[in-house]
């Protein structure tokens, strides 16, 4: 089983909507058993704390229902996922500070963009409801790539 970790800053908005968009598609290809994923943060703003309501609220206007609890960032996730994907630079940068075991498979969220290549996912906490379509519209796009390169790699039909 592969297991990918999707981290942003405070995990409210981003990672926890990457989570489970991917989620999504590993469920919608039969691929339960091949695939696990979490989401965090790099920082402690919201350890506890449920998704942005207007990520939920955006979300569930494309008809995605998801529930999360914010985390941090550990040195165990180094070991536990196969995967680590950050949303931004800034969050890449601060996961490369702490990755002191040498993990190998940390990689940006827009790596597998193929309308954006290796740009940052915005953050869409200080913006309008129109930056959580958006951000909803690239982690869509991004996460089924992603899933897609993955099972590629690893010799795993998708549907």
Not at 2 to 7: A, E, G, M, R, T
Not at 18 to 29: D, G, I, P, S, Y
Not at 89 to 109: P, T, V, W
Not at 110 to 115: A, L, N
């Amino acid at each position: 089983m592969k297991k990918i970790l999707f981290v942003c800053l405070g995990n409210i908005c981003r990672s926890p909507l990457a989570e489970a968009l991917f989620r999504k598609h590993v469920e919608a290809n039969g691929l339960q058993d091949q695939f696990m994923c979490d989401s965090c943060g790099t920082a402690d703003y919201h350890i506890g704390s449920a998704p942005d309501q207007r990520s939920v609220a955006n979300a569930r206007e494309n008809g995605l229902d998801y529930s999360h609890r914010g985390r941090q960032l550990s040195e165990h996730d180094f070991k536990e996922f196969d995967y680590i994907v950050a949303m931004d630079e800034s969050n890449l940068a601060n996961i490369q500070r702490r990755n002191e075991i040498g993990h190998a498979n940390i990689f940006k969220m827009r790596d597998f963009d193929s309308d954006a290549k290796g740009a940052d996912v915005p953050d869409p906490y200080f913006g309008g409801i129109s930056g959580f379509q958006d951000v909803f519209d690239i982690l869509d796009r991004s996460t089924l790539n992603l899933l897609e390169e993955l099972t590629e790699s690893s010799g795993i039909k998708i549907s």
